[in-house]
């Protein structure tokens, strides 16, 4: 006779639960390295970091067994209510945490200090694929996208009065998801050109064209913005007409600006180009009415939101983030390089991986690392201590490992017979994606300092509970496909 809890295990996925032990013994290891001191080889004292790294690694253990012996259905049933308990968790912590390094996001009971915003990954992870696993939901009703835009979001801001913006940014990677399940490519397209938009109009914006007042960065935002109009009316529409008019009338009332500011009265081009995104967005308009399609009239207010962003996103730059946040930006934008300041962290991490070599020095033996050279290399430059230590292969190794992770999560979010289970485990794929992206690129040197955490490997017992539910809960759903497919 075969038991609920034989077929469980039948049914998991044991490659994904072979690769988290796997990542999670390397991680140990990484902190282990990273918090040694000369002469103190006690890694199981639970008053060092290792210590209490080892105990929240056989919490995680027992987290994710029971997460294991829990019916899947309670995760659909009890979605929205996880959610908001997460919720009402991030308003109060607004009020009650004390100020760590000016931001007020950690509940602090005696020994243990716990970030709620790790937590509310799953729950909000939990509660979007509830939504988009309703009976009468389509994507091409409104209502149902501003309501995925909200669960998404309302975290989110709850996150960023808490003033933690890294963990707040993690959010947005649920967008993934709602593409995955058709979002518009639009939208998608529209995030990226508002990243675009946001790094060329601030990293030029102090920089001219030859001899003339025009800032290069607002000039090829603006131009951009004509462009891509034009474009969206080729994959639209499929005319080559408007599209010609378009390019056209952009190209050449731009070259005979530019003729004339340079060699004969020196003027700003920007000037010339609101005019054409005046007559661009008229004439787009107008195509729209006469010809009766809404496509043009979009693809206008595209090209006015898209104006609007790069204002925006100037006063958002200098106006709303703090110092130390713009700080950080302009350091990866290369617009300064403060090595003893805001640049420390990551011109020290670097030096830190390329002292390793191929093979790396060994355990124990990073010198950066042991000298304490490299801030935060126990918690969020983690990746730096693997640098050294185990040097380009070790290095290579663990984003291998990484990969297979994530590879496989998408193979086993594919055969999810509900959008439930693949919803849910695409948003985990996303998180991941996220966090990996982020993390390892700030520690090179190629995104912005923002302090997220590498899963399974950052020192702390939040990000480390937070990651291992978030898959945990997916394996069981995993699990439990079985069930679900004979009730089809």
């Given at each position: 006779m075969?038991?609920?809890?034989?077929?469980?295990?039948?049914?998991?996925?044991?490659?994904?639960?072979?690769?988290?032990?796997?990542?999670?013994?390397?991680g140990?290891?990484?902190?282990c390295?990273?918090?040694?001191?000369?002469?103190?080889r006690?890694?199981?004292?639970?008053?060092?970091?290792a210590?209490?790294?080892l105990v929240?690694?056989?919490?995680?253990?027992?987290?994710?067994?029971v997460?294991?012996m829990l019916?899947?259905?309670?995760?659909?049933?009890?979605?929205y209510?996880?959610?908001i308990?997460?919720?009402i968790?991030?308003v109060?912590?607004?009020?009650?945490?004390?100020?760590?390094?000016g931001?007020?996001?950690?509940?602090v009971m005696g020994?243990?200090?716990l970030?709620p915003?790790?937590?509310?990954?799953f729950?909000?992870?939990?509660?979007?694929?509830?939504?988009?696993?309703s009976y009468?939901?389509?994507?091409k009703?409104?209502?149902?996208?501003l309501?995925?835009?909200?669960?998404?979001?309302?975290?989110m801001?709850?996150i960023?009065?808490q003033?933690?913006t890294?963990?707040?940014?993690?959010?947005?990677?649920?967008?993934?998801?709602?593409y995955?399940?058709?979002?518009?490519?639009?939208?998608?397209?529209?995030?990226?050109?508002?990243?675009?938009?946001?790094?060329v109009?601030?990293?030029?914006?102090?920089?001219f064209?030859a001899?003339t007042p025009?800032?290069?960065?607002?000039?090829?935002?603006?131009?951009?913005?004509?462009?891509?109009?034009a474009?969206?009316?080729w994959?639209?529409k499929?005319?080559?007409?408007?599209?010609?008019?378009?390019?056209?009338?952009?190209?050449?009332?731009?070259?005979?600006?530019?003729i004339?500011s340079?060699?004969?009265?020196?003027?700003?081009?920007?000037w010339?180009q609101?005019?054409l995104c005046?007559l661009v967005?008229?004439?787009?308009?107008?195509?729209?009415?006469s010809?009766r399609?809404?496509s043009?009239?979009?693809?206008?207010?595209?090209?006015?939101?898209?104006i609007?962003?790069?204002?925006?996103?100037?006063?958002?730059?200098n106006k709303?983030?703090?110092?130390h946040q713009?700080?950080r930006?302009?350091?990866?934008?290369?617009?300064?390089e403060?090595?003893?300041g805001?640049?420390?962290?990551?011109?020290?991490s670097?030096?830190?991986?390329?002292s390793?070599?191929?093979t790396?020095?060994?355990?124990?033996?990073?010198?950066?690392?042991?000298?304490?050279?490299?801030?935060?290399?126990?918690t969020?430059?983690?990746?730096?201590?693997?640098?050294e230590?185990?040097?380009?292969?070790?290095?290579?190794?663990?984003?291998l490992?990484?990969l297979?992770?994530?590879?496989?999560?998408?193979?086993v979010?594919?055969?999810?017979?509900?959008a439930?289970?693949r919803v849910?485990?695409y948003?985990?794929?996303?998180i991941?994606?996220?966090?990996?992206f982020?993390?390892?690129?700030?520690v090179?040197?190629?995104?912005?300092v923002?302090?997220?955490?590498?899963?399974?490997?950052?020192?702390?017992?939040?990000?480390?509970?937070?990651f291992?539910?978030l898959?945990?809960?997916f394996l069981?759903?995993d699990?439990?496909r079985?069930?679900?497919?004979?009730?089809?």
């Open positions: 075969v038991t609920r809890r034989d077929s469980i295990w039948k049914s998991l996925d044991w490659v994904t639960i072979c690769v988290y032990l796997i990542l999670i013994v390397f140990w290891f990484s902190v390295g990273a918090s040694y001191d000369y002469g103190d006690d890694f199981w004292d639970f008053s060092t970091r210590g209490k790294q929240w690694i056989i919490c995680s253990f027992g987290l994710g067994f997460l294991l019916e899947d259905d309670i995760y659909d049933m009890f979605a209510l996880i959610y308990a997460l919720a968790l991030l109060v912590t607004i009020f009650i945490a004390p100020d760590t390094k931001s007020r996001s950690w509940l020994p243990v200090s970030q915003a790790e937590f509310a990954k729950a909000t992870a939990l509660a979007l694929a509830k939504y988009m696993n009468s939901f389509t994507m009703n409104w209502r149902n996208i309501m995925m835009v909200f669960l998404i979001l309302f975290p801001i709850l960023i009065l003033r933690e890294g963990s707040a940014l993690v959010y947005t990677a649920f967008f993934l998801v709602l995955r399940e058709g979002m518009p490519g639009v939208v998608l397209f529209s995030g990226l050109c508002a990243v675009v938009y946001f790094v109009g601030i990293r030029f914006d102090q920089v064209i001899d025009t800032p290069i960065g607002e000039f090829a935002v603006l131009s951009m913005v004509l462009l891509s109009a474009g969206m009316v994959v639209y499929k005319k080559w007409e408007p599209v010609r008019n378009i390019l056209l009338v952009t190209l050449g009332v731009l070259l005979i600006a530019y004339v340079e060699y004969v009265v020196p003027f700003n081009l920007v010339v609101w005019g005046v967005v008229g004439y787009l308009i107008f195509l729209s009415l010809e399609h809404l043009y009239f979009l693809i206008g207010l595209f090209a006015i939101g898209s609007g962003f790069l204002y925006s996103s100037d006063y958002f730059f709303v983030l703090e110092p713009q700080i930006i302009k350091v990866v934008l290369g617009m300064e403060d090595l003893a805001a640049g420390y962290n990551v011109n020290q670097k030096i830190a991986i390329g390793g070599g191929l790396g020095k060994g355990f124990l033996n990073g010198t950066q690392t042991k000298l304490k050279y490299v801030p935060e290399q126990d969020d430059f983690i990746f730096c201590t693997v640098g230590e185990e040097g380009f292969i070790g290095s290579t190794a663990v984003l490992l990484f297979i992770l994530i590879l496989r999560l998408i193979a979010a594919e055969r999810q017979p509900s439930f289970g849910y485990g948003s985990v794929v996303s991941f994606l996220f966090h990996l982020i993390n390892i690129g700030m090179l040197g190629l995104t912005p923002i302090g997220i955490p590498l899963p399974f490997f950052s020192y702390g017992g939040s990000s480390l509970w937070g291992t539910i898959l945990f809960i069981r759903i699990a439990g079985k069930k679900r497919l004979s009730a089809f």
